[in-house]
């Protein structure tokens, strides 16, 4: 007599139900520890914001930053310059003596992308078309980028920043279940934090609640007002001194003398170098610091500060102070962004949809299992029991790569259950047909698994090349789904094919000895001459 065996099969199917038990526990359980399936926006509830960049902004914003290093190189070679202004496209000087237009000209050939027109001695650069369109491009990429890294500082799991069309930018934010987190998620968004070092126009401050922009303009000026009281303003130069471009790194602080929450930041070396000149240059001066175009302090300059490292005090909370810093170290956006559309999703609503997804999903497991079970007799019990690993081995899957769970990530594993049973359907009625022609149930087994399995991989394989496609060209929960179902087929190749294979192996000398087929495939193989099962 033949003796059961443990084949690799087995083996691999035990491995695969060990491994998918162990980590996809936490994620039924909602353990502390181990890693868990994220439920994505529409099951738990959240916030869906689109949002418009501001590109001309971008294009304003590069060309102050060229005007500013082009006026700190300026002066650190003692070219003398004259009537700078600075316009919303363009900036335009004048330099005071024609033997240094040489020079200067080499210092604008250093800037890519310039388009320079001259007339004498008076200079107007602007951008070029294509560095307009490269600097447009990469103010949205960085805009995508940026509120990416703030909204993961920010501590909230599993948010979404896509890009959407030719400028718009989707942000998915699972978690955001209160009035005071969602005010707080929008302004960490949509904070430029631009943050600016302007030398203070002393001569003029005195005017600084008399002048008017244009005046200010004027005399290389602009008014800004503070941080705090609108009411006190500041003529500060239009050049700025440096900007947030070269910024490292900002961390929370406390004032010593009252105990405030501040900023602390830190400059690049060419950041650093810019501000120990200007500071040694102008001790005795004030200097603004500027962030989002608003004036947090005006400190005067005692000495040459080196080091490259400066602090913003403003009478900030614990927390304002936190996401300032966050905004700060996450850099700033090239351009602003505007609030095109947002919808709150409750959490009710997103409670509502798991109940009905998880009603879905183990009605159709139910109705599976016993339709298997009525059907097939044991064979339908060990496909059964393959299905069940499969859906452990897709969470546990899911969970270790941190993937989000969707709505439609859930019909994916509703769709999976299918697939998976209907791989073993096709493989039962296999051996149902050897078995009607008097084939022995070994002979049955083997032969239905080789005849149904170019059926199985057709079908898995069309399947798996539709949810890469998806996978490639879809956004958010259709990528859920498309991730769900493709893990999903490898499952089912591995459970559903593989390990109920090696379930019939150890069975398989109990079955012949039993001869019972309505027992083990749920099918009664008639009599027939010369029958061998």
């Keep these: 007599m033949k003796k059961s065996k443990i084949t690799y099969r087995l083996v691999v199917f035990i491995l695969t139900f060990v491994f998918a038990l162990a980590f996809s526990m936490p994620s039924f359980l909602q353990t502390e520890g181990g890693k868990k399936i994220s439920l994505g926006l529409d099951l738990q509830g ?82 070029t078309d294509a560095e307009k369109v490269a600097t447009i491009e ?19 799991s599993e948010p979404s920043v896509t890009r959407q069309g030719e400028g718009d930018i989707l942000v998915e934010i699972p978690g955001v279940k209160t009035g005071d987190d969602e005010k ?27 002048l008017s922009n244009e005046v200010a303009a004027a005399y290389g000026d602009i008014i800004l007002k503070d941080a705090k009281n609108e009411n006190i303003k500041y003529v500060v130069k239009q050049i700025p001194v440096l900007d947030g471009e070269m910024l490292v790194d900002a961390k929370v602080a406390f004032d ?48 040459r500060i080196g080091g490259g490292s400066g602090q913003i005090s403003g009478g900030f909370t614990l927390e304002e102070a936190a996401d300032v810093a966050i905004a700060l170290r996450s850099g700033a956006l090239l351009a602003p962004v505007k609030l095109l559309e947002k919808r709150s999703i409750g959490p009710s609503l997103g409670k509502e949809s798991i109940e009905k997804s998880t009603i879905a999903l183990v009605g159709a497991f139910v109705l599976i299992f ?96 539709t949810s890469a496609a998806l996978y490639a060209y879809g956004t958010g929960p259709i990528k ?32 012949e000895k039993s001869k019972n087929t309505k027992l083990w495939f749920g099918y009664k193989v008639r009599k027939a001459k010369n029958a061998n099962i």
């Excluded at 040489?102 to 800037?111: A, G, R, T, V």
């Excluded at 990469?138 to 909230?156: C, M, P, S, W, Y």
């Excluded at 960490?188 to 005195?206: E, G, V």
């Design 480 to 511: 859920g789904f498309a991730v769900t179902m493709s893990i999903g087929i490898v499952a089912s190749m591995i459970t559903a094919i593989l390990g109920t294979h090696g379930i019939f192996d150890l069975f398989i000398d109990k079955m």
């Design 370 to 465: 016993l339709f298997m079970v009525f059907y097939y007799g044991i064979a339908g019990i060990i496909a059964d029991v393959a299905l069940v690993v499969n859906i452990l081995f897709l969470v546990s899957i899911m969970s270790l790569f941190g993937a989000t769970l969707t709505l439609p990530g859930m019909a994916g594993i509703v769709l999976t259950v299918g697939m998976a049973v209907d791989a073993n359907v096709i493989i039962n009625e296999r051996i149902r047909e050897i078995l009607r022609t008097g084939g022995s149930i070994r002979s049955a087994i083997e032969k239905g698994y080789a005849n149904a399995m170019s059926a199985i991989i057709d079908a898995n394989l069309t399947t798996l090349i």
């Design 184 to 210: 707080r998620a929008l302004d960490l968004i949509s904070k430029s934090a631009h943050l600016q070092l302007m030398a203070l126009d002393d001569k003029r401050q005195d005017q600084a609640n008399t």
């Design 46 to 127: 959240g916030l869906h914001l689109l949002l418009g960049v501001e590109t001309d902004k971008a294009i304003e914003s590069k060309i102050k930053s060229i005007a500013s290093s082009i006026s700190y190189s300026a002066n650190k070679d003692d070219l003398l310059l004259e009537k700078f202004e600075i316009k919303p496209e363009f900036f335009k000087f004048t330099i005071l003596d024609p033997d240094e237009m040489n020079k200067f000209d080499s210092i604008l050939k250093k800037i890519e992308g310039l388009k320079i027109d001259k007339v004498e001695l008076t200079y107007q650069v602007s951008l």
């Design 256 to 303: 010593q003398n009252t105990n405030q929450p501040i900023i602390n930041f830190t400059l690049n070396s060419q950041g650093a170098a810019i501000f120990g000149d200007f500071t040694g240059e102008n001790v005795g001066k004030r200097l603004a610091i500027v962030l989002d175009n608003k004036v947090y302090s005006a400190p005067r300059i005692n000495e």
């Design 138 to 156: 990469h103010a949205i990429e960085q805009a995508v980028k940026t509120i990416r890294n703030r909204l993961d500082q920010f501590g909230l």
